[in-house]
């Protein structure tokens, strides 16, 4: 910067400090033509009306204020799956009799074997809830906090695998030094898995089941309906259907979802086609996305606080699946048919409750980093853009601009604030699940 920039920044600041200051004195408030400041738009967010109260209009330039909107989305979504969190909780201790808000721990162990006249403990295993995030989401993002970025013309890059059109030509998804592998997700051809098979398989003779076997089972049974056939695990061949668990192959006929490599024709068109790239030595490398991603986006380059607010935006958007659940259990000697017919009713809604814990904390993960990284920017690239900003505006706007300070402070705080309380969720939600969890 030229010794003239200097010295006009520093003149602009000082005098957009003291004028900030004078009319925040109320100087202007007994003249003839009332508030000056506020006629003039020169005067900054008062108490309860910033980035906290839900106002992201603070600068008038459309990256500092598109940062100050992530900001407020985050706070909104960060309470909305604190809640959910807190609400599933609850819901999992009324069904046992226990008060909202009890630790689910041994109490909730000691409820559920009492109330059902279980032998043992309640154990669970949990598919791994898959994630996407809107890379869209993150393009939309930049185009509206930098005008110079055109959405049609840009796309994020996803680390991961990115959602395309079946029929799409996803070569130029990927760089020259990678090669592009498309993998389709729905129904098998012919229902014929060559690759991993979650929900159903039918198994058209005794196999090994990697999930729970509902038939027969030729071994041991961890779960037995009252007429003897196997509702769970088998050590041994299983001979009727199976509820295979993600990633698991299927022997026989796979009436769930198939995940398997894009024949030469390419994927069905009711199957989900994503592509994802390799580079040298099989390594994973990034792929251009204007879908959904499962794995990390990098919105299009643009300036750095725009892009902070970009990726914060599409993590915040990001979705995730509640994942399929197994239990195990066994009745004490002696239980009634009653018992085991009122378990069975309670283990369906706790099935769902569990799964939809396991997502909800799956996106927690994701907010609480995206907060973090929102609060590195706040002080970093957005506080330095702002200063640089203004030593360059004409007055009005370094006027406002001297206004992001005391808000990027508001907004940090308030950041904080919603992070604590879903951390404190989202730690007791885990250990209760992880609690759970088969060993």
Request: charged share 20%.
């Amino acid at each position: 910067m030229t010794k003239q920039k200097k010295i006009q920044k520093m003149l602009v600041i000082v005098l957009t400090v003291i004028l900030a200051g004078f009319l925040s004195g109320g100087a202007c408030d007994d003249g003839p033509g009332g508030k000056l400041a506020d006629q003039c738009g020169l005067s900054c967010p008062g108490e309860n009306e910033g980035v906290a109260s839900g106002n992201a209009s603070i600068s008038g330039v459309p990256s500092i204020d598109g940062f100050f909107q992530a900001c407020v989305n985050f706070n909104s979504q960060a309470t909305l799956v604190t809640d959910g969190i807190n609400a599933e909780l609850d819901a999992i201790a009324a069904s046992v009799g226990l008060a909202g808000g009890a630790d689910l721990g041994a109490g909730f162990q000691a409820a559920v074997k009492a109330k059902f006249n279980l032998a043992g403990d309640v154990a669970i295993r949990v598919q791994k809830p898959k994630c996407e995030v809107s890379a869209s989401a993150s393009i939309e993002a930049t185009a509206n906090c930098d005008v110079t970025v055109d959405p049609g013309s840009v796309e994020a890059t996803c680390e991961g695998k990115c959602e395309v059109d079946a029929s799409a030509d996803v070569s130029a998804s990927c760089s020259a030094d990678a090669t592009a592998e498309v993998t389709c997700t729905g129904t098998a051809p012919n229902l014929e898995c060559s690759g991993s098979c979650s929900g159903t398989c039918e198994l058209t003779a005794a196999a090994a089941c990697e999930g729970t076997c509902n038939g027969t089972c030729n071994g041991t049974c961890s779960v037995e309906n009252t007429d003897g056939s196997c509702a769970g695990e088998c050590d041994g061949t299983c001979e009727g259907s199976c509820e295979m668990e993600a990633g698991a192959s299927c022997s026989g006929q796979c009436k769930g979802t198939c995940e398997y490599t894009a024949p030469e024709g390419g994927c069905s068109a009711d199957a989900k086609a994503e592509v994802s790239c390799k580079g040298e030595a099989n390594a994973e490398a990034s792929v251009n996305c204007s879908g959904s991603c499962s794995g990390s986006v990098t919105p299009p380059s643009a300036s750095a606080e725009c892009q902070a607010s970009a990726k914060a935006e599409a993590e915040l958007k990001a979705e995730c699946t509640p994942p399929s659940v197994d239990v195990s259990y066994s009745f004490a000697a002696g239980a009634s048919a009653t018992a085991k017919a009122e378990f069975e009713a309670w283990l369906h809604g706790f099935k769902g409750h569990i799964s939809a814990l396991a997502a909800a904390n799956a996106k927690a993960d994701i907010v609480i980093k995206a907060g973090a990284n929102l609060t590195t920017a706040a002080t970093g690239a957005v506080k330095g853009a702002a200063s640089d900003l203004a030593a360059d505006a004409d007055f009005s706007v370094a006027f406002k601009l001297a206004c992001v300070p005391a808000q990027i402070t508001e907004a940090t705080d308030m950041i904080a604030s919603a992070s604590t309380e879903l951390k404190g969720s989202f730690q007791a939600s885990t250990s209760f699940v992880t609690g759970l969890a088969k060993k």
